[in-house]
């Protein structure tokens, strides 16, 4: 089905396939990319993929291809999400609370760290967040291959930010953002310029 919805770009790689079971039934199962599956850049770009049938992971694959069939009158399917982190809009919200999240427990003297590995960081707002985090004691490790926008070093930081770039033969193109939690991870892998 070809959805065209002006002024939208939809840069996600997101795939459902419903398959009828031997007892009559359907399961899901979803492929998902921060790649472009072009067959001359695969060769420079490095990416992540996920082939799953979680069916909690599906249910958010639903909520946005519903999103991209009604996208004048079906916001909330995105807001419904609980796994996949939609972008532009939601993405920003999600984030900045998974890095207060860290805040609040480096303030309790708990593991806090984490690290982003992404294009560019220039965001404003999340800059001070990362360096609201930086004051309070989280460990930042960022990757960043492009634009940069952040201090590394400064006196109130209680560790300072390390963050190196990737500028190399293979084109870093994939997203990964890492947050500890405590002593639990949270991993989220991702385009942000999805729908």
């Keep these: ?19 009828r079971t031997n007892d009559n039934n359907f399961v899901q199962y979803g492929f998902f990319s921060t790649g472009n599956l072009n067959e001359k850049t695969s060769k420079v770009y490095a990416d992540h993929c996920l082939l799953t049938s979680n069916q909690k992971i599906m249910s958010d694959a639903n909520r946005m291809f519903s999103y991209l069939e009604q996208p ?17 809009h939601i993405v920003k919200k999600e984030m900045l609370q998974l890095i207060d999240e860290e805040i609040r427990q480096a303030r309790k003297k708990k593991p806090a760290a984490i690290t982003l590995k992404m294009n ?17 004691g989280v460990q930042l490790k960022l990757i960043i291959r492009g634009i940069f926008c952040m201090y590394s070093e400064h006196k109130k930081f209680e560790v300072p930010v390390r963050a ?29 310029t999805g729908c």
């Design 164 to 192: 190196i770039s990737i500028v190399d033969e293979y084109l870093e193109h994939a997203r990964v953002w890492i947050f500890t939690t405590g002593a639990k991870r949270k991993f989220i892998y991702l385009r942000p």
């Design 1 to 19: 089905m070809l959805i065209e919805i002006p002024g939208m770009k939809v840069h996600s790689k997101i795939y459902v396939i419903r398959k």
């Design 72 to 88: 004048k009158t079906g916001g909330g399917f995105l807001k419904d999400c609980k796994y996949i982190i939609p972008s532009p």
């Design 120 to 136: 560019s960081l220039s965001d404003e707002e999340m800059i001070q967040k990362l360096y609201e985090a930086a004051r309070t």
